[in-house]
């Protein structure tokens, strides 16, 4: 499956973004997708799931900011986050695979999320 993010931008902190990713070549309902997020100097941590039967789960660091959707009619997924701080400054990654997995198969490119304090 191919995955391709997008969303990112620059936004003050206390502002809002919503990311997409958009997914082909599989069959999307079948698949447990992901956001993970890369800060700059720190590695690569989960940020959000979605499970097949629209389950989700978070990090500790964004619960209760973040909210992860899923269309699987558009084979789409999304991101809604809120109340953004300095601290959720990352590249945003997609991903997916056919079961819950903490490194995941399929890997989209990232977009760039910048909160300005």
């Known amino acids: 499956v191919q995955l391709q993010a997008s969303g990112g931008g620059l936004v003050q902190a206390g502002g809002s973004l919503r990311l997409s990713c958009s997914a082909s070549?599989?069959?999307?309902?079948?698949?447990?997708m992901y956001w993970f997020r890369q800060a700059p100097g720190k590695e690569r941590e989960f940020a959000s799931g979605?499970?097949?039967?629209?389950?989700?789960y978070y990090a500790d660091s964004v619960r209760g900011r973040f909210t992860i959707s899923r269309d699987n009619a558009k084979n789409m997924v999304y991101l809604q986050m809120n109340s953004l701080n300095p601290e959720d400054t990352a590249v945003y990654y997609c991903?997916?695979?056919?079961?819950?997995?903490?490194?995941?198969?399929?890997w989209g490119r990232g977009t760039l999320v910048t909160v300005s304090s």
């Open positions: 991903a997916a695979d056919l079961s819950p997995s903490d490194n995941p198969e399929y």
């Open positions: 979605i499970i097949k039967d629209g389950r989700t």
């Open positions: 070549g599989g069959t999307f309902s079948r698949y447990t």
